[in-house]
């Protein structure tokens, strides 16, 4: 938290507090005491809406509701600095809490502190950007890319770096900046990075824009990609509070993907071994990747042909027998890189020996979400997401 500028005030500071409770049980009517005496003399406070304080303003009673089984802070304090507070101070707040569960009140194991200290120098920060959805490909985007000094002293210039990811391009170059483009590995795709230094002052409460807008251009394949952004003080100078130097730009395009397997025949007597490589194409126009997280998108599922077992197996593919499936058919499953570009043509070289000959042995290859949390929405044409491995076709 930073110290009051002279002359001035200092800027708030968000502090977020929740309460999270563990198991299945319903957690009802949150209660979260707040005490903030211990930051006499160092800093104020102001008091969202669900806390009621006491006479003095110093403890607060906040209601936070149903008490959930994940991180969710209901209670958004507000902190400054007092005028005369210099830097090194410090203070506390506190924190306690009960709910009601199935069998009566619970109560939070241990007293929760939160230590604010008072310090001085630059905070530099950018807002957070809204993510937008529907962009055409080939359209131009403009980041929303301004920087604010909430600190107490001027920033001697600024830093800045910048990633995108496959389906953008980096259309401005600042003079004097370094740019590194993606690198492809096989597996992973890294995103274009761009940093520059500029030697822009930015006082105390100031917003500064960058020399010239920074703009972005939505390619042919885009579809959902992101943009990072980060800020520092020049020159090796400390922020004061890191949380808003850096953000991330979700950028959906209407665009479509299309995810195809292909089948393949062959051929062999019983005890043969034989290779039946099926195969998945990314007919695009997008690529796809999940640039979020960076989980998998597509599992393929492969069902061997009857009368077959499979005596070698590609290394990208494991064992997927599961309860539900067809006693005496084996069943695999693959995977491909965590990002699918466009004409990406992958082959799934199995192994198959022939226990015995059946005519027209039809195994199945099957595009599916690699989780629950996957979708292929953006694949319009479900018709080729599956495909036939035929062994010993009729004539």
Same mark, same amino acid.
């Given at each position: 938290m930073n110290a009051a500028p002279d002359g001035g005030t200092a800027q708030y500071r968000p502090v977020a507090v929740g309460l999270i409770h563990w198991g299945d049980s319903v957690v009802?009517?949150?209660?979260?005491?707040?005490?903030?005496? #211990? %930051?006499?003399?160092?800093?104020?406070?102001?008091?969202?809406?669900?806390?009621?304080?006491?006479?003095?303003? =110093?403890?607060? *009673?906040?209601?936070?509701?149903?008490? $959930?089984?994940?991180?969710? $802070?209901?209670?958004?304090?507000?902190?400054?600095? *007092?005028?005369?507070? =210099?830097?090194?101070?410090? #203070?506390? &707040?506190?924190?306690?809490?009960?709910?009601?569960?199935?069998? !009566? =009140?619970?109560?939070?194991?241990?007293?929760?502190?939160?230590?604010?200290?008072?310090?001085?120098?630059?905070? %530099?920060?950018?807002?957070?950007?809204?993510? &937008?959805?529907? *962009?055409?490909?080939?359209?131009?985007?403009? /980041?929303?890319?301004?920087?604010?000094?909430? !600190?107490?002293?001027?920033?001697? !210039?600024?830093? &800045?770096? /910048?990633?995108?990811?496959?389906?953008?391009? &980096? *259309? =401005?170059?600042y003079p004097g900046c370094t740019y590194t483009d993606r690198v492809d590995d096989g597996v992973n795709m890294s995103f274009a990075h761009l940093t520059c230094s500029f030697d822009t002052e930015v006082l105390p409460g100031a917003t500064v824009e960058l020399p010239e807008p920074l703009r972005l251009a939505v390619t042919s394949h885009a579809l959902r990609d992101r943009f990072d952004y980060e800020v520092e003080p020049a020159g090796g100078a400390t922020d004061l509070d890191t949380s808003d130097n850096s953000r991330s730009w979700h950028i959906e395009a209407a665009n479509t993907a299309d995810f195809a397997v292909k089948g393949t025949e062959v051929s062999g007597a019983a005890d043969d071994t034989v290779t039946a490589a099926f195969r998945f194409v990314n007919n695009g126009p997008a690529w796809v990747g999940s640039t979020p997280s960076g989980d998998r998108i597509v599992a393929i599922d492969f069902y061997l042909p009857e009368g077959t077992a499979a005596a070698s197996i590609p290394a990208t593919c494991h064992d997927a027998w599961t309860s539900g499936d067809t006693p005496g058919i084996g069943h695999y499953t693959c995977t491909l890189p965590t990002w699918t570009k466009p004409d990406l043509d992958v082959s799934f070289p199995f192994e198959l020996r022939i226990l015995q000959v059946v005519p027209d042995a039809t195994g199945r290859v099957v595009i599916r979400p690699y989780s629950d949390e996957a979708s292929l929405a953006f694949d319009p044409d479900t018709t080729n997401n599956s495909a036939e491995v035929v062994v010993n076709p009729s004539l």
């Open positions: 009802t009517g949150g209660r979260l005491t707040v005490d903030v005496s #211990g %930051l006499a003399g160092v800093a104020e406070v102001v008091w969202p809406d669900n806390c009621t304080p006491d006479n003095a303003g =110093t403890v607060a *009673v906040c209601d936070t509701g149903d008490v $959930p089984d994940h991180y969710d $802070p209901r209670v958004q304090l507000r902190v400054r600095a *007092v005028a005369d507070a =210099t830097a090194g101070a410090h #203070g506390v &707040i506190e924190y306690s809490a009960e709910a009601t569960g199935p069998d !009566g =009140t619970l109560t939070a194991y241990e007293n929760e502190e939160t230590v604010v200290t008072v310090d001085s120098g630059p905070d %530099l920060g950018v807002g957070a950007p809204q993510d &937008i959805t529907g *962009v055409a490909p080939g359209a131009g985007l403009t /980041v929303p890319f301004s920087v604010t000094n909430t !600190g107490n002293e001027t920033a001697h !210039g600024f830093d &800045i770096s /910048v990633w995108a990811s496959f389906g953008l391009d &980096i *259309v =401005t170059r």
